[in-house]
């Protein structure tokens, strides 16, 4: 299947709105938002999320469409607050029939790299699985992320634990 993977536009925040809570409905170990939290966030929150990631260069979305042009997938990048000169790529998600070897994730994970090298001086490019996702663990290391050792809590259930994953050799900054 073809696939497309481009930077969100201001335009898109309903299918925002749609694809962040299609996946915090299938997946919501994956993510420190609860859906019913989600869901009830106004049409302006998404207004103004969608034109802040169009137009920020340290944080952004990346869609992917597959070849009817419906949403399947998504993920950022953003600062990581307190932690000078890192990003992080946050709120990864495929749908599940477009998950696998043959699906869009990989690009759209590589998407998200080259635009924090590419477009911020960050010195760093991290991001954090929860310790039980054994699937997406082994995804992110076979894109070349490793362990760091740092280990923080689920937001959402402080008992389990959060492992911080880098990517080495990262350097970005061609500002």
Known sequence: MHYVVRRITAEEWRELREITLEALRDSPEAFNLSYEDTAARPD??????????AATRERT???VRDQTGNWVGVAGVEPVPDVPDT????SVYVAPAHR????PA???VHAAIRHAREH?????LTLGV????????????????EDTGKVI???????????????PGFRSGSR
């Open 130 to 145: 929860n310790e039980n996702n054994g699937r997406a663990l082994a995804f992110y290391r076979r894109l070349g992320f």
């Open 106 to 108: 990989a690009e759209l």
């Open 61 to 63: 979305t990346f869609t």
């Open 44 to 53: 302006r929150y998404w207004q103004q999320q969608a034109a802040a990631e």
């Open 120 to 124: 911020t001086d960050a010195r760093r």
């Open 87 to 90: 990003l992080c790529v946050r």
């Open 100 to 103: 696998g070897t043959a699906g």
């Open 153 to 167: 809590p689920y937001v959402r259930n402080p008992a389990e634990k959060v492992l911080i994953l880098g990517y």
